[in-house]
């Protein structure tokens, strides 16, 4: 029997420069995380924003314009069919020693980002599910997933990816007092003119 590894994905790495890095961690150092919940009220989940909108705050103006133009070149790789992204939503992610975060997707937008702010533990794992695995039918046990990358964080890093990609993040390891991130999702703008031959469409809102 011969086996053959096929369906692979594509991830984007892109470095800031000072600029940019020092802009994102006086916003994410800045927030007042004394005052933000645990993800999902579970503690070893760390915290997330209750702000989904950091795009907003006038200190991320040249972020945001920076991640919006890695994105729209991701968008070029990929040949996509629109004039560029622009970013929908933006919050940022905070981590102490062993916290982690579980396997998820962002199932409302078309590319999604993670920026490193500080911190190089806690590795983000992306992986696909096992297509042989149907809740139905389950003949496979468990919904498993294979992880087909480990991306260790390195502060001024941005890594874009396919929205419906699933992604976690492994522990902190104990000597990590903070872990920052800004995760960030984008959606096209202009005419989505669609393949040849299809009729396309245009999203005002993005417009």
């Known amino acids: 029997m011969e086996v053959l590894e096929i369906c692979p994905t594509q991830i984007y790495l892109f470095q800031a420069s000072d600029e ?4 994102a961690l006086k916003t994410a150092e800045g927030w007042d995380w004394n005052m933000t919940f645990q993800r999902d009220k579970q503690s070893h989940y760390g915290k997330t924003s209750h702000d989904y909108h950091w795009e907003k705050i006038p200190e991320m103006r040249p972020v945001v ?30 981590s102490e020693s062993r916290q982690w975060h579980h396997r ?5 937008s078309f590319l999604s980002s993670i920026y490193y702010v500080k911190g190089v533990t806690g590795q983000t794992w992306f992986s696909r599910s096992n297509p042989y695995y149907d809740s139905t039918l389950r003949l496979v ?32 390891s104990d000597e990590e007092r903070e872990r920052l991130t800004i995760s960030t999702n984008y959606m096209p703008i202009g005419n989505q003119i669609g393949v040849p031959g299809s009729i396309g469409w245009s999203n005002p809102k993005f417009s």
């Open 104 to 108: 998820h997707n962002h199932p409302f």
């Open 20 to 23: 940019v890095h020092e802009a």
């Open 141 to 172: 046990e468990g919904e498993s997933s294979d992880i087909i990358a480990k991306i260790t964080p390195m502060p001024g890093t941005l890594v874009v990816f396919p929205s419906k990609l699933q992604h976690s993040v492994s522990a902190v």
């Open 65 to 94: 314009e920076w991640m919006e133009d890695c994105a729209t070149q991701v968008g070029e790789e990929q040949d996509c069919f629109c004039d560029g992204f622009e970013v929908a939503a933006c919050w940022g992610n905070r």
